[in-house]
């Protein structure tokens, strides 16, 4: 028998099984993750987000492995076919994909061709051939006519027999997972080009993968992604073969393999019998008509999942480096959503993120009113005492940008700074259902604007009311199961959202239902509340808003903060239930919770064993007084900003050596993507991240990142720019157009193992391109 599920979770995490179980039952009692992570250590042993994350989806995955075990077993015993042996192997069985193996010859089915012969008395003489391979096959099949069951000749009846063994030979469990594994080892995915598809340009996007093959054991996420949409759009043929396979695609002379791996496990040896050529022909038909393509979808289905599971994890990692951006704090700030043809859309809000003023400014073609548009801005930046501009990088962000370097010298150039920020998602929030309900009356091209004022100011309270698919830091994420990918990011954001806290009387609903035990609900419950009442002058407080019970108030009262409030513990991570005990401490010290809250030296006297009993562990102790030195910490690093190169604003004004300053946008498993300010993004491709090999580029950046980065060369024609953080690296100067022809970057240490073993034609940097134009 199998362990638990406990014990294998366990085994799995590197846990123990009691860290485990009590992590379910509190998964079972309604605990979210970042609850139990914070709050619940001392329970769980210390599991963290990641561990108990992990934990979830392998609790979800094997509880529905032991329910279909037990279907699987009733079905099979219901038919009177379960012998002591199956019953063992099905409650052994370690994944889905054995236990239906097994399942298979027992599985209902629609009526086949063997089970026709059957039914017409054909077995034996399968049976018999497989048992005696001397007999001539012809010979013995005329005693088995039976013309009215459709086999009125010797090549009917054998046919017949063939499709006996065929399904036979295609449902031996053990056979086929061998099978399986074999061709994962030696499998090979083999492309062309489809037919009339050469010279379309729309189909240029793939032209990498036209005549590619490669191991499909190595082949990575990125390119696994791109070969399933070429073939989607039908502009790829893609096929699996083993790497025994003629090249051309026909049929060898002798057994491949897996058609002698089938030969052997039906005892089948070609040693020139009367039979033995028909049993051979058997077992490779098995293999070709049964097995291969059931075989090519289950491995390209596991290579598909492979692929988006990594994409997945990629999309999150990216997102979770946006959403915990350093945020520029609580400063009255003007966003700037440029625009040419229909203009520059301005908002300003005030240091709390409420709008104050809109307007629309013309500065650029057609009408190029700069100078009413310099006026227009610094008016408004006088009258609200305007701190931060913020630009989003858009269509004529840099020409934006100029425009406001002009109005901050006009009016303070010690006062005012202007930011370049990522608008992915701003539109997408401008158009939504909650943009229309906190803006009713404001037109939609402003809110965008609104979205990229506040979203310097905090990032993370703005990008949750966006979908996170809609933020645009993925790879081929139009391409993944949307229902998987869903439900990572939601995690993440939850995470994220909970790692920070948020100020209970500031939130908006969309930031509030992020949080631990609250929904979209409560949330609004919340917020009405608030606006119905005032603001929340204690979390106790929160126990008034409807439907706000104490199990929901233990889950989400330590991440919701309270500033100014009657107890100043309310403004830290300390949860509720842990008053009682830093009451204690303010006794044994003789000071007010006021008075000890930050005092580094007094707290540094405490004896957090002191303090721990059955409930509160030497972990919460410690959580403790490290919240009550620095209360409400956030764990986002410190604002700060990139320094575009003055007249480097196109493509164009870009030279191979040139020195830059970027932001990191988006993290790829074959590089990052930086903007260096000239509406084009540029990619650092895997191997020019470090002087170092690196296997994962998440190891050395994350998105929001300041990178220092190296112009290496700028193809014009395809809007391409490759960059490398190895400042030494040399440069590729080449006549303009003509494409690029190196794998890599030049100079400093090469990267060994950066390419794949079998790329793409062109370069890994054209290669990283046309993949990631289509992500």
Known sequence: MLPSIELRIASELAAQPRQVIAAIELLDGGATVPFIARYRKEVTGGLDDTQLRTLEER???????????????????????????????????????????????????????????????????????????????????????????????????????????????????????????????????????????????????????????????????????????????????????????????????????????????????????????????????????????????????????????????????????????????????????????????????????????????????????????????????????????????????????????????????????????????????????????????????????????????????????????????????????????????????????????????????????????????LAQNIVAHRDANGAFASRAALKKVPRLGDKTFEQCAGFLRITDGSNPLDASAVHPEAYPLVEKMLNDIGKKARELIGDSATLKQLDAKKYTDERFGLPTVQDILRELDKPGRDPRPEFKTASFREGVEELKDLEAGMLLEGVVTNVTAFGAFVDIGVHQDGLVHISALSNRFVKDPAEVVKAGDIVKVKVIEVDLARKRIALSMRLSDEVVRKPAGEAARRDVPRGGKPQQAARPEKAPANNAFAAAFAKAKHR
Not at 107 to 117: E, H, L, M, N, S
Not at 397 to 421: F, M, N, W
Request: hydrophobic content about 40%; some cysteine.
């Open 59 to 521: 609790l979800g995955y094997l509880r529905e492995l032991e329910e279909r075990r037990s279907a699987v077993l009733a079905s099979i015993e219901e038919q009177g076919k379960l012998t002591p042996q199956l019953r063992a192997d099905v409650e052994n069985a370690e994944s889905k994909q054995r236990l239906e193996d097994l399942y298979l010859p027992y599985k209902q089915k629609r009526r086949t061709k063997a089970q026709i012969a059957r039914e017409a008395g054909i077995e034996p003489l399968a049976d018999a051939l497989l048992a005696d391979p001397t007999q001539k096959p012809e010979e013995v099949a005329a005693q088995y006519l039976n013309v009215d069951a459709g086999f009125a000749d010797a090549k009917a009846v054998l046919d017949g027999a063939r499709q006996i063994l065929m399904e036979r030979f295609a449902e031996n469990a053990e056979l086929v997972g061998s099978l399986r594994e074999y061709v994962s080892e030696h499998g090979q995915v083999r492309v062309t080009v489809a037919e009339g598809k050469e010279n379309d340009p729309e189909a240029a996007k793939f032209r990498d993968y036209f005549a590619y093959s490669e191991k499909l054991g190595n082949i990575p996420s990125h390119r696994a992604l791109a070969l399933f949409r070429g073939r989607n759009e039908d502009v790829l043929r893609v096929k699996l073969a083993l790497d025994s396979d003629p090249e051309d695609g026909s049929r060898s002379a002798e057994p491949n393999p897996c058609e002698r791996k089938i030969m052997v496990a039906a005892g089948i040896r070609d040693q020139g019998r009367a039979a033995d050529k028909w049993l051979v022909d058997t077992a490779r038909w098995t293999w070709s008509v049964k097995l291969a393509l059931s075989m090519d979808l289950d491995l390209m289905g596991k290579l598909r999942e492979r692929a988006e599971e990594e994409a997945i994890r990629v999309f999150a990692q990216n997102l979770k480096a946006l959403l915990l951006a350093a945020p520029a704090g609580a400063k009255t700030t003007m966003g700037l959503d440029p625009g040419i043809r229909t203009g520059v859309k301005v908002a300003v809000v005030d240091a709390t993120g409420k709008l104050l003023e809109t307007v629309t400014v013309y500065p650029h073609e057609p009408r190029r009113d700069w100078d009413g548009a310099l006026h227009t801005l610094a008016k408004l930046v006088e009258k609200h005492g305007v701190q931060l501009i913020a630009i989003g990088n858009g269509t004529a962000s840099r020409e934006t940008d100029k425009l406001a370097g002009e109005v901050i010298k006009r009016v303070a150039p010690a006062k005012v700074t202007s930011i370049v920020v990522s608008e992915a998602g701003a539109s997408v929030y401008s158009a939504s259902e909650l943009a229309a309900k906190e803006f009713p009356e404001l037109d939609v091209s402003l809110r965008g604007a609104v979205s990229i004022a506040r979203r310097l100011q905090d990032p993370l309270a703005e990008l949750v009311k966006i979908e996170p698919k809609a933020i645009g830091v993925g790879q081929y994420q139009h391409d993944l199961n949307q229902s998987k990918l869903a439900k990572s990011l939601d995690a993440v954001v939850e995470d994220c959202v909970n790692a920070v806290g948020v100020d209970v009387n500031t939130a908006s609903a969309a930031l509030l239902t992020r949080i631990s035990g609250l929904n979209s609900t």
